[in-house]
């Protein structure tokens, strides 16, 4: 079935890299997201790689694919207080019609 | 840009009552999302619609649940009747593009 799965809880120093790792199993993806919640918000569209890629670099954010593995990371380099959120990992599934699934999220916390 | 607007933002109802929430999505996206989320878990997709066709609802309870997206544009969901497990943040979402979706900042519904 459709899963996708992350770790619960990050917790980093302020200045630090963070890494995010997030395994998912439609191995037929086309896209796969990294979203940003931060509380009492909705969720924030942070970065996406396509399939045919293995690394995607934006400003801080560096995003690694495994296809072997499925295994998808984020890194935040110099992580701030304010990268304080969940993390969500996603993956449309079901071909052009696809829709997107979400992991249960990574809660990031940075302390200064 | 104008974002996805969702209203309202908070909504308490007695368990058995009924509730409509309400989405206008990002002009110009064909794709319109509402996910379920519960508190510490990752969003639901609970129905997708393509213009003004449902694409799909198979994890929509349908003896409760319910949503039109009249004309392709805005949409509402409506639980009818509430129960208390159907307390949740419902989020609705857009896409132009498969996959790149935009988020409202959520309806937080508390049954009681």
């Known amino acids: 079935g459709e899963d996708v799965e992350q770790s619960l809880f990050l917790s980093v120093r302020e200045g630090d890299s963070s890494v995010i790792n997030c395994t998912y199993t439609d191995s037929s993806s086309t896209y796969l997201y990294w979203y940003k919640q931060e509380p009492g918000a909705g969720l924030q569209l942070l970065t996406y790689?396509?399939?045919?890629?293995d690394m995607k670099q934006d400003q801080r954010l560096t995003v690694l694919l495994n296809k072997k593995d499925k295994h998808l990371s984020l890194r935040i380099a110099d992580t701030q207080t304010g990268d304080s959120a969940i993390y969500f990992c996603?993956?449309?599934?079901?071909?052009?019609?696809?829709?997107?699934?979400f992991g249960k999220g990574t809660k990031l916390s940075v302390k200064p | 840009e104008a974002g996805v607007a969702q209203s309202p933002r908070y909504k308490i109802i007695e368990k058995r009552q009924s509730v409509a929430f309400w989405c206008n999505p990002i002009?110009?996206?064909?794709?319109l999302y509402w996910y379920q989320q519960i508190l510490g878990q990752g969003p639901k997709l609970l129905i997708q619609?393509?213009?003004?066709?449902?694409?799909?609802d198979s994890q929509l309870p349908k003896d409760r649940f319910s949503a039109e997206r009249l004309k392709g544009v805005d949409s509402t969901l409506k639980i009818q009747p509430a129960k208390l497990e159907d307390s949740a943040v419902y989020l609705c979402a857009s896409s132009f593009e498969q996959g790149e979706a935009f988020f409202g900042q959520g309806t937080r519904l508390t049954v009681v």
């Open positions: 619609f393509q213009n003004n066709g449902v694409v799909d």
């Open positions: 002009s110009g996206h064909a794709t």
């Open positions: 790689i396509f399939s045919n890629m």
């Open positions: 996603a993956e449309i599934t079901g071909g052009s019609q696809g829709n997107l699934i």
